[in-house]
T-cell receptor
């Protein structure tokens, strides 16, 4: 079945560490996105990529980095520069029809 | 920047009643307006969407209406059931954000038996 997979489901980060969240899709979608979700804040755009080897900053890109070396993969690194990283992270992809398919999310907690 | 406002933030209805959630957007060039349902601990799922050349779209108990002049769109759920309880997000596609979706802050819908 086609879909989008995020891993891990839960992730714990110590102060000063970088961590990487995985996002893989087999839907043959060109565009991929990362959103952060906090209680009462909705979904805020971190980074997006419309084609391989190209990506753009969203509204809250500071403290995050991404790469898009393959069409299927769009990993997100939460760096030590992100001062408040505890949140639910959602990856999505979209094809020609505009609508997103979301992954099941990664819950990141700072310990 | 461009944004999407969503109201109400919480909504409680009795089973069988209707629920309406409203959103407004700021970019008059927006042309795509989806609605997502998110259950606890899961990713959002697309439930219905509408494009700017259409005023209304229905899918069984769910409908979306769009008023481009007023820049608002609404989700209507009829004959609500307990399994409709979830958080609902509206979104709009903005040209100046590379066509990424901008989301409202969500409405927590509770349907009581």
């Amino acid at each position: 079945d086609g879909g989008i997979t995020q891993s891990p489901k839960y992730l714990f980060r110590k102060e000063g560490q970088n961590v990487t969240l995985s996002c893989e899709q087999n839907l043959n979608h060109d565009a991929m996105y990362w959103y952060r979700q906090d209680p009462g804040q909705g979904l805020r755009l971190i980074y997006y990529s419309q084609i391989v080897n190209d990506f753009q900053k969203g509204d809250i890109a500071e403290g995050y980095s991404v790469s898009r070396e393959k069409k299927e993969s769009f990993p997100l690194t939460v760096t030590s520069a992100q001062k408040n990283p505890t949140a639910f992270y959602l990856c999505a992809s979209s094809g020609q029809g505009y609508g997103y398919t979301f992954g099941s999310g990664t819950r990141l907690t700072v310990v | 920047g461009e944004n999407v406002e969503q109201h109400p933030s919480t909504l409680s209805v009795q089973e069988g009643d209707s629920a309406v959630i409203k959103c407004t957007y700021s970019d008059s060039a927006s042309n795509y307006f989806p609605w997502y349902k998110q259950e606890l601990g899961k990713g959002p799922q697309l439930i219905i969407d509408i494009r700017s050349n259409v005023g209304e779209k229905k899918d069984q108990r769910i409908a979306v209406t769009l008023n481009k002049t007023a820049k608002h769109f609404s989700l209507h759920i009829t004959e609500t059931q307990p399994e409709d309880s979830a958080v609902y997000f509206c979104a709009a596609r903005f040209e100046n954000s590379g066509y990424a979706l901008n989301f409202g802050k969500g409405t927590s819908l509770l349907v009581t038996p």
